[in-house]
């Protein structure tokens, strides 16, 4: 993705930030659980941030009676997994192969631009990463909620352009 700017940074931080930025009502609870003994990545903090940022308050928004948010980090030696997950009223299965397309929203109109979770799929494939959401909607099926997981390289590994030889015959 043009534009990122790669620098080691904790995943730990990126979480504050975010949970700084969001600025979530009080009714919201916040859980901030980790599974990382070294939480360090080569990431874009500034962009991953906005990201969870962006989550963080679409599941404020799913949750208006108010409720539970957990932001987990766990990973091995080579990625690290973030999920944000919430126990609000979930998204419905039609909507679900939707939720990447900008400016698809379920919100009323006025009340959002559909370009967040475009904009979150750009910039964790930006980082090589992948991004999937699960969700229900459904109260006979169990918990309504949402979780968002996204997972992501610790270091990132750039091709350089291809390179041309020139052979010369010696005589």
Known sequence: ?????FRETRIAKIIADSLRAANLPDNVEVIVES????DKAWIDHERMASVLTDLERNAAEAMPGGGRLTISQA?????VTLQVRDEGQGISGENLPLLFTPFFTTKPVGDGTGLSLPQAYATVKGHSGDIAVVSNADPSQGPTGTTVSITLPRKQT??????KMILHEEE
């Open 35 to 38: 599974a990382l003994e070294d």
């Open 158 to 163: 750039f091709q350089a352009p291809e390179a």
């Open 1 to 5: 993705m043009h534009g990122l700017r």
């Open 75 to 79: 990973g091995d030696e080579t990625c």
